[in-house]
């Protein structure tokens, strides 16, 4: 998985260091490095390429390279550190400057090699820069109460192997109150579902009115999200600076939502959303 070159070695960073490629920024961002210690061990650092720059980290080949890069893709711990590690430095350098982060465990080997990638990569890199400035993401998801269905106030009737009739004491009349309560259950969850519908139509329109860009996720499970209950929206939305205040109260009205729904607001994010088109890096074998 790593962005092979084949350059002969000229000096100590271009020699086929294996480098990981965090993220990237305008060239003139010289400032954008995180000063904290380097979350992968070799120390943060910029390679710069027509107006471009890259925040890269060298890293041990007997981790990341091949082989044993796969056996942590294939470790959920170790997955779960290199994702922490990554976002780490993304969100700081996000803090900093406009960046548009790369995929995870995207790797060059030589700082040619990073050249080269931004050079491919320079037309979508440059365009989405300029399109997620002075922007931050935001998360908006609305929950609907799970809840447990209504219970059946009877069982099921019973129906006797020679004709419709019931066998209960009431005959076929138990038949008929047991359907009608089975419908109107049934109508009701699907009164609830539209109305649930129709009040994320609402507030999605209300947010994009506040947004650049807006992005619809699809719906997050609990298992994954941690939240009880049914996802029903999960959106994103580009909101420029300046209008941050305006979203905020956007959102605080959105809050007043009917019994059973939960508005959850999440941000702000580096626009991961709004560059997962662009972010190019994909490391070639």
Known sequence: MNHDDDTTPQDGHRDGTLLYVYTVVEASARDALPDFPPPLGGGLRLVEHAQLAAVVEPVDARLFD???LRAQLEDIDRLSALARAHHSVVAAVGERTTTVPLQLATLCRGEESVRRLLEEAHPQLTATLARIAGAQEWGVKVHADSGAPPPDPAPAPTYAPGGPQATGPEGGSAGRDYLRRRLKDRRTRETAAEQAARTCEDVHRTLCGHASAAVLHPPQQPLVSGVAGRNV?????LVPVHARQ???DAVASAQALPPGLRL???G???PYS???GDRCGTPTS
């Open 66 to 68: 091949e082989e044993p």
């Open 246 to 248: 305006d979203f905020i």
């Open 268 to 270: 702000p994010w580096v």
């Open 233 to 237: 929206l999960n959106a994103a939305y």
């Open 264 to 266: 959850e607001v999440t």
């Open 274 to 276: 709004f560059t997962a």
